[in-house]
């Protein structure tokens, strides 16, 4: 595998389910990423790991619970959601040193989330 | 929160025809990037501009940075079906330097190209 892999693609659950979407990046990354992009609102950040640690957590209902075990690995676990939690979850990672000074960031595909 | 606002929203146009897309802000611009997200992938890092009046170019498509580094544009000549697709700006934020900071995103341009 190269780059950074999402799983599951596609995630259909109930308002009542617990799931999570798990993230790993293969580039030696040391920072990741969870934003949310649904139709109507741009790209969202919703947490950030800074070497294993949660540096940023962008306001996001308790529903969400991000897990960064270690800074290759990356899980969004998702419990009692609602309808309009429906969107496409995207992770991304970066370097974050002195060589990559501007946050260039490398998406994974998303994972597909509709919540009924 | 910096807003970043992209324009057009929608752009359909044949192929081989030139076009622009710009991103606007009311702040400026530590640095911006451009990122194109194809349907069913995440976004790819296009290009990252940093000084102002800066332009960089990737095969037929050029960027642009403003002077005052508050708005950008994207020009592709002669464009193809395959430069369909979502265009995006981003940006860290004013004067933040790097870091592990998460990007804000405009919404977007929808580029369809057809053939």
């Known amino acids: 595998e190269t780059g950074v892999t999402q799983t599951p693609r596609h995630l259909v659950m109930g308002m009542t389910n617990k799931k999570s979407l798990k993230c790993e990046q293969h580039l030696g990354h040391n920072a990741m990423y969870w934003y949310k992009q649904s139709a109507k609102k741009p790209l969202e950040l919703m947490f950030v790991y800074n070497f294993k640690e949660q540096t940023e957590n962008n306001s996001v209902p308790s529903r969400f619970s991000p897990e960064c075990p270690n800074s290759s690995h990356l899980f969004l676990h998702l419990h009692t959601l609602q309808p309009e939690d429906s969107a496409l979850y995207l992770c991304a990672s970066s370097q974050d040193d002195d060589s990559n000074s501007y946050n260039e960031q490398f998406f994974g595909p998303g994972t597909r989330l509709t919540v009924l | 929160t910096q807003l970043l606002e992209q324009s057009p929203q929608f752009l359909s146009i044949q192929e081989g025809e030139n076009l622009t897309v710009y991103c606007n802000s009311s702040s400026v611009f530590s640095s911006l990037q451009w990122y194109r997200q194809e349907p069913g992938e995440g976004p790819v890092l296009l290009v990252t501009?940093?000084?102002?009046?800066e332009v960089k170019k990737l095969k037929r498509l050029t960027f642009q940075f403003g002077d005052a580094r508050k708005d950008s544009s994207l020009h592709i000549t002669a464009a193809q079906p395959g430069d369909t697709g979502l265009y995006l700006c981003a940006s860290q934020g004013t004067d933040s330097g790097g870091g592990a900071d998460g990007l804000t995103f405009g919404k977007g341009t929808h580029l369809i190209i057809q053939p």
């Open positions: 501009v940093v000084t102002g009046g």
